[in-house]
T-cell receptor
């Protein structure tokens, strides 16, 4: 069965410091991995994805994520956090077999402190 | 282009009542999905339409939930009768047909509160 774990409910980081939001997954077949962000009173906004190719993928707003197959992880990173990055972040995975659906993690709330 | 829209943004109903949620996908998107997030937990898949056909409804919790997508445009999700455990945020997402395995575009969600 597919599953996603986001081990931290909350991540606090000072503005200007690097941030990491962790995600590990379990999936049948090759993984398709995604990060979404939800700002207050808004829908989920796509940040970045890994389908194939380079393990380091770059996305919107300066975010990047590294796919690590051996550790089944896809951690979200940003070199320098902004207060405006404060939001709820969701990791999602689906297998590459037709018919598999998105499975989301429980979300991690990121607070960037000024 | 306009994004995915959902109506209403918030609904408060009593146990036993009926509620209908609406989703308007991005124009031209054949794939339409419904998800639910309950009590701060993970977002869970409910069902998937391709045009007007239900491709996968394995995530629908029980027969109190009925989803339709007549004409392959907007979709409705009806809960009848509503129970307390149905409270949560219901998200709709859409994607083009050729992006079946790719990212989905989400609406703002409908927050349903059953009292």
């Amino acid at each position: 069965a597919q599953s996603v774990a986001q081990p931290e409910d909350q991540v606090n980081v000072a503005e200007g410091n690097p941030l990491t939001v962790k995600c590990t997954y379990s999936v049948s077949g090759n993984p398709y991995l995604f990060w979404y962000v939800q700002y207050p009173n808004r829908g989920l906004q796509f940040l970045l994805k890994y389908i194939t190719g380079d393990n380091l993928v770059k996305g919107s707003y300066g975010f990047e994520a590294e796919f690590n197959k051996s550790q089944t992880s896809f951690h979200l990173k940003k070199p320098s956090a902004l207060v405006s990055d404060s939001a709820l972040y969701f990791c999602a995975v689906r297998g590459d077999n037709y018919g598999q659906n998105f499975v989301f993690g429980p979300g991690t709330r990121l607070s960037v402190l000024p | 282009e306009a994004g995915v829209t959902q109506f209403p943004s918030h609904s408060v109903i009593e146990k036993g009542q009926t509620v209908t949620l609406r989703c308007d996908p991005i124009s031209g998107h054949d794939n339409l999905y419904w998800y639910r997030r309950v009590m701060g937990k993970e977002i869970k898949f409910l069902l998937h339409f391709v045009k007007e056909s239900k491709q996968d409804e394995s995530g629908m919790p029980n027969n109190r939930f009925l989803a339709e997508r007549t004409g392959g445009t907007y979709s409705t999700l009806k809960v009848q009768p509503a129970e307390l455990e149905d409270s949560g945020v219901y998200f709709c997402a859409s994607s083009p047909f050729w992006k079946l395995m790719d990212e989905q575009y989400f609406g703002p969600g409908t927050r349903l509160t059953v009292t």
